[in-house]
T-cell receptor, first 113, second 110 residues
Framework: EAGVVQSPRYKIIEKKQPVAFWCNPI?????LYWYLQNLGQGPELLIR????????DSQLPKDRFSAERLKGVDSTLKIQPAELGDSAVYLC???????????FGQGTRLTVV | GENVEQHPSTLSVQEGDSAVIKCTYS??????FPWYKQELGKRPQLIID???NVGEKKDQRIAVTLNKTAKHFSLHITETQPEDSAVYFC?????????WGAGTKLIIKP
């Protein structure tokens, strides 16, 4: 069975440009998370979905970040416009339910120049 | 809200020796404590977890202990091997949100 799949693996963009990341969670997993990880730090939650509903987006900078999870399966995370400080690894994770093990994707390494 | 502190930030041990990483948390309502291993450039992977109704859990060379009264939990790796070199993260789940420690870089010296 495939794990959590993210694309692209790497993305380099100029500041002020838009960027989007895609995540396909493990089949049957209702809970989906988007995390941001800076070098040398632990992941920080951006948003958590239960099926198609965003149940925790308190840490999502809503002025420039947006996310959606259509039909409660795949999810996209968008940044518009990107800033230099957005350079980080964006990790997607999924779990069967809220209180069970979370499985991570390989992440998308974003570099804003 | 929950706050998780992890120590040390870097740990260097001789191959074959044991390694211990400690974490403290602030929210007494936290009920799930996973440990993740992240190798350079790779995804975090769960290596062991413990729930608040258990004091200790072991899986081969890895064990986790939880002291709810003191609000701290520890990861123990025995007979360390070169492939144990990685960054280890503890986390605590509070109100369905997973709060992560800052990570410990474990270095296994040959």
């Amino acid at each position: 069975e495939a794990g959590v799949v993210q694309s692209p693996r790497y993305k380099i963009i100029e500041k002020k440009q838009p960027v989007a990341f895609w995540c396909n969670p493990i089949s049957g997993h209702n809970t989906l998370y988007w995390y941001l990880q800076n070098l040398g730090q632990g992941p920080e939650l951006l948003i958590r979905y239960e099926n198609e509903e965003a149940v925790d987006d308190s840490q999502l900078p809503k002025d420039r970040f947006s996310a959606e999870r259509l039909k409660g399966v795949d999810s996209t995370l968008k940044i518009q416009p990107a800033e230099l400080g957005d350079s980080a690894v964006y990790l997607c994770a999924s779990s069967l339910e809220e209180n069970t093990e979370a499985f991570f994707g390989q992440g998308t390494r974003l570099t804003v120049v | 809200g929950e706050n998780v502190e992890q120590h040390p930030s870097t740990l260097s041990v001789q191959e074959g020796d044991s390694a211990v990483i400690k974490c403290t948390y602030s929210d007494s309502a936290s009920n799930y404590f996973p440990w993740y291993k992240q190798e350079l450039g790779k995804r975090p992977q769960l290596i062991i977890d413990i729930r608040s109704n258990v004091g200790e859990k072991k899986d081969q060379r890895i064990a986790v202990t939880l002291n709810k009264t003191a609000k701290h939990f520890s990861l123990h790796i025995t007979e360390t091997q070169p492939e144990d070199s990685a960054v280890y993260f503890c986390a605590a789940r509070s109100n369905y949100q997973l709060i992560w420690g800052a990570g410990t870089k474990l270095i296994i010296k040959p």
